[in-house]
């Protein structure tokens, strides 16, 4: 797809575009694609973008980073959520026609998947500005972050749930762990029966809380925290310390 001219909701356009998630008529990909150009709903940022169909959240966020980063033209409006809505707005169809489910409703799903609102119990939720966030925030090694970033755009799944939801969870060496834990470095996938109890997102992110108050895990190192975790996780402790070796074979080091 060729570059397009990015540019930005005005508030009525976010309103706009909400309205047609919310309603899915069966024309929606045409009236989302009315929206972009509207000169009553949208301004233009002077930034270009090509449009393309991401292989996963990663590639999703390479891509935003070219304008988004910080030596990105738009990277002093990153926190505007109708220009974010706006670039969900313009991926619309690439994402609705690369997933690969039937029912259009469940590939649209609910409206925090494609508006940011300011919620921050929900804004992780959002296909395009989320992966973008969590590789900014592990920007000195995005890798690192995988365990947000490996899964289809439109199909997050309950590890990025867990992970991007919480803030203290979705930066730095815990991050990394959660990566080490649950992503297959060699396969570039997340590992099979990864929500299966014992050790599963759910008890990770269960287990974090419990030592909040307690221990300041934000400052260890991951091969700190990789011997503090419970027993029930040794499963992926196991599988985490081989990728680690590896990676340190490689001279990619640990933090």
């Known amino acids: 797809m060729p570059n397009i001219k990015v540019r930005s909701f005005t508030p009525n356009g976010s309103a706009a575009f909400k309205s047609l998630i919310l309603a899915k008529p069966h024309n929606v990909l045409s009236e989302v694609k009315g929206l972009l150009n509207d000169q009553s709903l949208t301004i233009d940022t002077g930034a270009v973008l090509e449009i393309r169909a991401p292989k996963n959240r990663f590639h999703m966020a390479k891509m935003l980073w070219e304008i988004f980063g910080n030596e990105g033209l738009l990277f002093p409006r990153r926190r505007e959520n109708d220009l974010w809505n706006w670039i969900a707005a313009a991926y619309f169809e690439v994402l609705i ?7 259009i409703n469940r590939k649209i799903g609910s409206a925090d998947r494609w508006i940011l609102s300011g919620d921050i119990l929900r804004d992780h939720r959002h296909l395009v500005s989320g992966p973008f966030f969590a590789y900014e925030a592990n920007s000195s090694d995005p890798r690192r972050a995988m365990c947000q970033l490996a899964t289809p755009v439109t199909q997050p799944g309950e590890l990025v749930e867990r992970i991007s939801g919480k803030r203290n969870l979705a930066s730095g060496s815990v991050c990394h762990l959660a990566t080490l834990l649950y992503f297959d470095a ?17 008890k990770f992110s269960y287990y974090f809380s419990q030592i909040d108050r307690t221990i300041d895990y934000e400052g260890m190192t991951v091969e700190e925290l990789l011997e503090i975790v419970p027993e029930n996780f040794s499963k992926w402790v196991k599988l985490a310390k081989k990728d680690l070796s590896e990676a340190k074979k490689n001279g990619a080091g640990v933090e």
């Open 97 to 103: 026609n690369s997933d690969s489910r039937a029912n």
């Open 186 to 202: 060699q396969k570039d996938v997340l590992r099979a029966g990864l929500t299966t109890p014992p050790g599963n997102p759910k």
